[in-house]
């Protein structure tokens, strides 16, 4: 089966459609959101490095690298 004009005619359109559209997303008009840590997001990272602390001290000591 090959390819018709109206299907060749399509076909770049499309391309042209998907070329323009990531174009506008790669370039498109953004600003810089500027983000703060709220005092939740600190008391959060806390908690998860102390999670992942506590993680490693029981896998050390299911090793047997306790001290």
């Known amino acids: 089966m090959e390819p018709t004009t109206v299907t060749t005619i399509f076909m770049i359109l499309f391309a042209i459609g998907v070329i323009s559209l990531a174009i506008y997303c790669w ?6 959101a ?6 939740e997001e600190r008391a959060n990272r806390e908690v998860e490095a102390a999670v992942l602390e506590l993680r490693r ?9 306790w001290r």
Do not use: H, Q, S
């Open 27 to 32: 370039f498109g008009d953004w600003d810089a």
């Open 34 to 39: 500027i983000r703060t840590i709220t005092p």
């Open 57 to 65: 001290a029981i896998r050390d000591y299911e090793r047997g690298d």
